[in-house]
Nanobody, 120 residues
Framework: QVQLLESGGGLVQAGGSLRLSCAVSGRIFSIGTMGWYRQAPGKQRELVATITGGGTTNYAESVKGRCTISRDNAKNTVYVQMNSLKPVDTAVYYC??????????????WGQGTQVTVSS
């Protein structure tokens, strides 16, 4: 029973900033790669950023330079700081985590999503 709970979404003006958080709870052995993805209406879900258990990060080209992903392993939490937001960033943002649970090699879990709306 693993849950991912996102927070920090909301409405911001273009050029503004948001910090999204995702806390993982449940019966956890360890957590591997964590990340953020987003999906706008009528579009496919796309990568925003990921971070491995060892701290290696990767970013979508569209957010590179404006986005920083980080994690706090003691809190089982991943963050993404997004700056210089644009209307094109408007989407539902989903947290993802590769969670190692008892009796399994790993399981891929998703949060419910948090809405980010960037106004012009």
């Amino acid at each position: 029973q693993v849950q991912l709970l996102e927070s920090g979404g909301g409405l911001v003006q273009a050029g503004g900033s948001l910090r999204l958080s995702c806390a993982v709870s449940g019966r956890i052995f360890s957590i591997g790669t964590m990340g953020w993805y987003r999906q706008a209406p009528g579009k496919q879900r796309e990568l925003v950023a990921t971070i491995t258990g060892g701290g290696t990060t990767n970013y979508a080209e569209s957010v590179k330079g404006r986005c920083t992903i980080s994690r706090d392993n003691a809190k089982n939490t991943v963050y993404v700081q997004m700056n210089s937001l644009k209307p094109v960033d408007t989407a539902v943002y989903y947290c993802n985590a590769n969670v190692y649970v008892p009796g399994r090699f790993y399981e891929d879990y998703w949060g419910q999503g948090t809405q980010v709306t960037v106004s012009s």
